[in-house]
């Protein structure tokens, strides 16, 4: 069944092709569909063009519909074409022709738009929920260990002292950005595009702030070329945002991959937590967080594939579009997926408490001693002349201690300044 279907039988291979896998994608949708169905009807209503037992019995079909998808046994066969065409023949089948007014005044394109939108309101709280959960945590790790010392690194050579509180918190506090990302994803997608029809409006009085309450949206799109048009830029919205927040996950992934090397030996997984090698049996590898790293370098791909896909796209609606759902919707479950292993693997890393006791960690300590000679007078450039003249003639003593006072540095975290940032982005 198509929602265009004029009698006229379309090539079988043309079919396969333009539909693709849009069945499967579109389960993820058919909630959503329900849902926008259910404001659509009562609007309907509303201007007179259903009656009040057509809306009645609409309505408690397509709440069925809701309760279905949500258990997951809502089905897309073969026979149809999307989710939008399977409701309508579901709701067809059972009410007859109220089943057949539900179409009235929108189109397939304004109703994948709502879905769409529907659907990554809620993806976009639920990654909100996922990444502050993660804050907590680093934030709760951060004060566990914020004494334990640990070497920074610039250019992957020892540089100045750091601490796993300093680590952690680092990116804790980075996590706001993402947050802040997510927060405009969220304010772009919470707009009502129902009402736009192909992307021209409809010559029925239909009543667009009506739905706009109902699907519980912050305001209208408009205008209706500019609700078509919202088709792409929505989705590479929210993208940027996950890309945002995988970049994060990755960049500390990759300092566990390091830190757990025993070239660096700052941390240790527990047995549960990692993996073996086929032929080397003392190996123990990070393979969950190697597999964060992998999955969320990819997911920083995708709003590039959606800009290729999009950006020379005039306006008004083409199929191309289509191709959006292929990307995003396995990406929003990877990244889902990403967050929830990261917040069950970090709070079982254990951190070394006795890692600057090794002399090569000396040397994070010149800056620290240069700046004890400028505090007693000498100036900047020649401090730093008299350290590296010690450094190069082995006389250099260490003091192994930091005196740091400004905000955010190693003695003062902030770490209550951080938690307020998170509460005013949260």
Same mark, same amino acid.
């Given at each position: ?15 396969? #092709? ?48 809701? *309760? ?23 709701? &067809? ?6 089943? /057949? +007014?539900?179409?009235?005044? %929108?189109? %397939? ?11 990554? +309101? ?18 709760? $790790? ?31 506090? &980075? ?12 304010? *772009? ?13 409809? $010559? ?12 519980? #949206? ?15 830029? $929505?989705? /590479? &919205? ?26 660096? @030996? ?62 995003? #919707? ?5 990244? /889902? ?11 079982? *890393?254990?951190?070394?408490?006795? *890692? ?25 450039? @020649? ?18 201690? &930091? ?24």
């Amino acid at each position: 069944m198509k929602l265009w279907e004029k009698g006229i039988p379309t090539d079988k291979q043309i079919e396969h #092709f333009t539909v693709g896998n849009d069945r499967e994608l579109d389960l993820v949708l058919a909630k959503y569909d329900a849902l926008g169905s259910i404001a659509h009807a009562k609007m309907l209503h509303q201007i007179g063009l259903l009656t009040t037992s057509e809306t009645e019995s609409l309505v408690l079909a397509l709440e069925d519909i809701v *309760i279905d998808a949500e258990k997951g046994h809502f089905e897309i066969e073969d026979s149809f074409e999307d989710v939008h065409s399977k409701i309508e023949y579901l709701l &067809t089948l059972k009410l007859g022709d109220a089943g /057949k +007014k539900i179409h009235t005044a %929108r189109s %397939r394109n304004d109703q994948v738009l709502v879905d769409v939108n529907l659907y990554l +309101k809620d993806v976009v709280k639920e990654l909100k929920e996922q990444v502050k959960s993660l804050f907590d945590l680093l934030m709760e $790790s951060a004060e566990k260990h914020q004494n334990v010392l640990l070497p920074g690194y610039t250019h992957l050579q020892i540089a100045m002292p750091s601490s796993f509180g300093m680590w952690f918190s680092a990116y804790a506090e &980075t996590l706001i950005d993402d947050m802040t990302m997510l927060n405009a994803a969220l304010k *772009i997608v919470d707009q009502n595009p129902l009402g736009s029809a192909a992307g021209y409006g409809s $010559s029925f009085p239909i009543n667009r702030t009506f739905t706009t309450k109902e699907l519980g #949206f912050e305001t209208l799109k408009f205008n209706s070329v500019a609700a078509q048009m919202s088709r792409g830029k $929505s989705e /590479k &919205t929210v993208a940027f945002a996950m890309s945002s927040v995988a970049a994060t996950l990755a960049k500390f992934s990759m300092d566990v991959c390091l830190y757990m090397s025993q070239n660096f @030996d700052f941390i240790s997984l527990p047995a549960h937590l990692t993996t073996g090698s086929s032929i080397m049996p003392h190996k123990k590898n990070p393979d969950v967080f190697e597999l964060i790293r992998g999955k969320c370098n990819k997911i920083q791909a995708l709003p590039y594939e959606i800009t290729l896909i999009t950006n020379n796209l005039p306006s008004g609606y083409h199929r191309d579009l289509q191709l959006l759902k292929e990307g995003l #919707f396995p990406a929003i479950q990877n990244l /889902k997926a990403c967050l929830d292993i990261a917040i069950f693997a970090i709070k079982d *890393i254990k951190v070394k408490e006795h *890692i600057l006791d090794d002399k090569k960690y000396d040397y994070l300590f010149t800056v620290d001693s240069l700046n004890e000679m400028v505090v007693a007078g000498m100036p900047f450039r @020649d401090a730093y002349k008299v350290v590296a003249e010690q450094l190069e003639n082995g006389t250099f003593k260490s003091p192994k201690e &930091t005196k740091h006072t400004h905000e955010g540095s190693i003695n003062n975290l902030c770490l209550k300044e951080i938690k307020r940032k998170m509460r005013d982005s949260y």
